[in-house]
């Protein structure tokens, strides 16, 4: 079950919204659990189980490291919480890939290696894991409580808005908001519009450009044109699909009254990758600072040892969104550019050109990041720069339409005006310190907002069902 659905719109969302007004305060924490475990067991009953003893055993570990009586214990304790949840994360998502690896390195494949299964990776594995293991740290840091409330910490890392595909959470900055959170219809109302916002973003934006992106991706050794149009379509599909994703969870959240942190904030404007990357997924940004770059010593070792911790975290972090050597390649490039702004001091400029500059640095990163394989990348880079020539072939000529050009102009457009619609905004969505959306103006333009939901909801019931890209890492 996705968001951008007409089960989840229509049955599920309205089903859940009407139990959890329903359920006494006291219990919306069981109503949240069982309505996200419903949701997440839509997809397969079978992973449930994964996620449920994954919650187990970190909140065990959470209480045994918060009882601990010395530090050498706490460290123990958190040793072993972490590997069970590093474990699950290792086998589901990464076993095939070192196996693959394995074999290429031998000259065959996993049957050649006597390896005739693969596993099936859990939607979600690589956000609650992250999660589960940035509450162990917090609570071995003291940074937060080790919680005796079962329900409060499964909700929270079984919490269906972001469950899927983040934003990531801390427990130590929704705990409060677990214990007491407020709900009134102004808030219900700007989350019902942070959630259309999104899922016009996704169902109008990303999807409608979608196809260029594939037929480009999809075709070997694209010529000049289709190159570019289908990087620069993927650009535009993968920002709006996964900050379209954002939204929506943001929205749900304000529905249930939980303030979830934004995550993007117009990366496309950035000018320079070290500010791409406080813009881009702020939510992972801030759990690899947090969580990998200050544990390995951040910039306090040295000029050396800070430029190879940027490019470990950032090949790590390359490594989390999938098992696959283009990704931990995409993680290089991005380590590479953020260690020579940090040398160079390109990272404070301003400038138009700096904007340019940095936009195609990011579009050829997303080259890598969407191909299948190296060599596909490699061979869209080769049409890039035409050598693959410039002339497309007519039947990939005709697979280009009009609509999808028109979307991918409005994308470019919408993401170029993202600062300015934001300042307009303001006058309908009152800002928290935090980032978050608060409270709805009662001078919001709505009907123009439900002639968006409307039209957004008939494009949505006459496209194919197309699932969210960030769900397969």
Same mark, same amino acid.
């Given at each position: 079950?996705?968001?951008?659905?007409?089960?989840?719109?229509f049955?599920?969302?309205?089903?859940?919204l009407?139990?959890?007004?329903l359920?006494?305060?006291r219990?919306?924490?069981?109503?949240?659990?069982?309505?996200?475990y419903?949701?997440?067991g839509w997809?397969?009953?079978?992973?449930l189980?994964l996620l449920?003893l994954?919650?187990?055993?970190?909140? *065990?570990?959470g209480?045994?490291?918060?009882?601990?009586?010395n530090?050498?214990a706490?460290?123990?304790?958190?040793i072993l919480?972490?590997?069970?949840c590093?474990?699950?994360?290792?086998?589901?998502?990464?076993?095939?890939? *070192?196996?693959?690896?394995?074999?290429?390195?031998?000259?065959?494949?996993?049957?050649?290696?006597?390896?005739?299964?693969?596993?099936i990776?859990?939607?979600g594995v690589?956000f609650?894991?992250?999660?589960?293991?940035? %509450?162990l740290v917090?609570?071995?840091?003291k940074?937060?409580?080790?919680?005796?409330?079962?329900?409060d910490?499964?909700?929270?890392?079984?919490?269906?808005?972001?469950?899927?595909?983040?934003?990531?959470?801390?427990?130590?900055?929704?705990?409060?908001?677990?214990?007491?959170?407020?709900?009134?219809?102004?808030l219900?109302?700007?989350?019902?519009?942070? *959630?259309?916002l999104?899922?016009?973003k996704?169902?109008?934006l990303?999807?409608?450009?979608?196809?260029?992106?594939?037929?480009?991706?999809?075709?070997?050794?694209p010529?000049?044109?289709?190159?570019w149009?289908?990087?620069?379509?993927?650009m535009?599909?993968? %920002?709006?699909?996964?900050?379209?994703y954002?939204d929506m969870a943001?929205?749900?959240?304000?529905?249930?009254?939980?303030?979830?942190?934004?995550?993007?904030?117009?990366?496309?404007i950035?000018?320079?990758?070290?500010?791409?990357?406080?813009?881009?997924?702020?939510?992972?940004?801030v759990?690899?600072?947090?969580y990998l770059?200050?544990?390995?010593?951040?910039?306090?070792?040295?000029?050396?040892?800070?430029?190879?911790n940027?490019?470990?975290?950032?090949?790590?972090?390359?490594?989390?969104?999938?098992?696959?050597?283009t990704f931990?390649?995409?993680?290089?490039?991005?380590?590479?550019?953020?260690?020579?702004?940090?040398?160079?001091?390109r990272?404070?400029?301003?400038?138009l050109?700096?904007v340019g500059?940095?936009?195609?640095?990011?579009?050829?990163?997303?080259?890598m990041?969407?191909?299948?394989?190296?060599?596909?990348?490699f061979?869209?880079y080769?049409?890039?720069?035409?050598?693959?020539? +410039?002339?497309?072939?007519?039947? +990939?000529?005709?697979?280009?339409?009009?609509e999808?050009?028109?979307?991918?102009?409005?994308?470019?457009a919408?993401?170029?005006?993202?600062?300015r619609?934001?300042r307009?905004?303001?006058t309908?969505?009152?800002?928290?310190?935090?980032g978050?959306?608060?409270?709805?103006?009662?001078?919001?333009?709505?009907?123009l907002?439900?002639?968006?939901g409307?039209?957004?909801?008939?494009?949505?019931?006459?496209?194919?069902?197309?699932?969210?890209?960030?769900?397969?890492?």
């Open positions: 079950m996705v968001f951008s659905s007409e089960t989840f719109l049955m599920f969302l309205p089903l859940f009407a139990l959890y007004y359920t006494p305060a219990f919306r924490s069981v109503t949240i659990l069982i309505g996200s419903a949701f997440y997809w397969r009953i079978d992973f189980g449920f994954t919650t187990l055993w970190t909140y *065990f570990f209480r045994r490291i918060g009882a601990a009586t530090r050498r706490a460290r123990t304790y958190l919480g972490l590997a069970g590093l474990a699950v994360l290792g086998v589901f998502k990464y076993l095939n890939f *070192f196996i693959d690896s394995l074999a290429t390195l031998w000259g065959t494949d996993a049957d050649g290696l006597g390896v005739h299964w693969r596993l990776l859990p939607i690589s609650y894991v992250f999660q589960a293991v940035s %509450y917090d609570v071995y840091r940074d937060a409580v080790a919680t005796a409330r079962f329900f910490f499964a909700a929270f890392i079984a919490l269906f808005p972001q469950l899927i595909a983040g934003p990531i959470l801390r427990f130590k900055d929704l705990t409060g908001q677990f214990a007491d959170r407020t709900h009134s219809l102004d219900f109302l700007a989350g019902l519009t942070v *959630f259309a999104g899922l016009a996704k169902v109008l990303a999807d409608t450009v979608a196809p260029l992106a594939n037929l480009a991706f999809d075709t070997p050794d010529t000049l044109l289709l190159a149009v289908g990087a620069v379509a993927y535009i599909q993968l %920002y709006f699909d996964f900050s379209g954002s943001i929205g749900l959240g304000l529905m249930m009254g939980f303030h979830f942190i934004r995550n993007f904030d117009t990366p496309y950035s000018a320079s990758i070290t500010e791409f990357w406080r813009r881009w997924h702020v939510s992972l940004s759990w690899l600072r947090d770059y200050i544990p390995l010593g951040g910039n306090r070792r040295g000029t050396a040892r800070t430029y190879v940027l490019m470990l975290v950032m090949c790590l972090g390359g490594l989390w969104h999938g098992a696959n050597w931990v390649l995409w993680g290089f490039w991005h380590g590479s550019w953020l260690a020579l702004e940090r040398a160079t001091g990272d404070k400029g301003t400038h050109l700096a500059s940095t936009l195609m640095i990011v579009l050829l990163g997303w080259v990041f969407r191909a299948a394989s190296v060599p596909d990348a061979g869209v080769a049409g890039m720069i035409g050598l693959n020539g +410039v002339t497309t072939a007519p039947d +990939v000529a005709l697979a280009i339409t009009n999808a050009l028109f979307f991918l102009m409005l994308g470019i919408v993401a170029a005006a993202e600062p619609l934001n307009a905004a303001a309908t969505l009152r800002p928290m310190p935090n978050s959306l608060t409270a709805l103006n009662t001078m919001v333009p709505s009907m907002m439900l002639g968006l409307t039209f957004t909801v008939m494009k949505l019931a006459e496209q194919s069902f197309s699932p969210f890209l960030y769900f397969q890492f």
